[in-house]
């Protein structure tokens, strides 16, 4: 069965410092992985997917993400921080022939210090 | 294009009571989807639709809850009887179609509280 693993519950950074969040997935093959931010009140907005191709895949907001197949991994990362980025990123696993059905990570809530 | 709408955005209701949460997707997207997220459980697929049409529907919890989608511009969740362990954050998203190439696009959410 497919399944998210986001280590990191919280993570405070300072602004303009550097952000890695983590991701580990478990699925049988290559899946679809996705990034997605969820500001407070807020539905999820698309940050980044990957689906084949270049491991290395650039969002929005200048975040960026690594597909590292021998790690099972899909860090998300960003050179620098603003404090606007402060907010809960997810991450998710899709089946290819069944990508609709996301699976969801916890969530890492990320907190900006000024 | 206004995005996902969902309402309303908070609703109370009290234990045995009938709830019934409305999504309006984004036009021309044909695929709709109920979400749920709590604290204990995260983020998790109720139900799909595509074409107006249920698809995948394991994961709605129990017969309380029941999803329809009568046009491709409206689709409603309702749970009745309503108890205190549906207090939750659900969420409607839309997206133009199954595949590679699609991204679902979230409602802000209706957050229900059942006392």
């Known amino acids: 069965a497919q399944s998210v693993t986001q280590p990191d519950i919280h993570i405070t950074v300072s602004e303009g410092a550097s952000l890695e969040l983590r991701c580990n997935y478990s699925?049988?093959?290559?899946?679809?992985l996705f990034w997605y931010v969820q500001s407070p009140g807020q539905g999820l907005q698309l940050l980044l997917k990957y689906f084949s191709g270049d491991t290395l895949v650039q969002g929005i907001k200048g975040f960026e993400a690594e597909f590292k197949r021998s790690q099972s991994s899909f860090n998300l990362r960003k050179p620098s921080v603003h404090w606007s980025d402060a907010a809960e990123y997810f991450c998710?696993?899709?089946?290819?022939?069944?990508?609709?059905?996301?699976?969801f990570g916890s969530g890492t809530r990320l907190l900006v210090r000024p | 294009d206004a995005g996902v709408i969902q309402s309303p955005r908070h609703e109370v209701t009290e234990m045995g009571q009938e709830v019934t949460l409305r999504c309006k997707p984004i036009s021309g997207h044909n695929s709709l989807f109920w979400y749920r997220q709590t604290m204990m459980r995260g983020l998790e697929l109720l139900i799909y639709f595509n074409n107006n049409v249920p698809i995948d529907d394991s994961g709605m919890p129990e017969d309380r809850f029941s999803a329809k989608m009568p046009n491709a511009s409206f689709s409603t969740l309702k749970i009745q009887p309503s108890e205190p362990r549906d207090s939750a954050v659900y969420f409607c998203a839309s997206s133009e179609g199954q595949g590679r190439n699609t991204e679902a696009f979230f409602g802000q959410g209706t957050r229900l509280t059942v006392v």
């Open positions: 699925y049988g093959a290559t899946p679809y």
């Open positions: 998710a696993v899709g089946a290819p022939g069944s990508s609709y059905k996301l699976i």
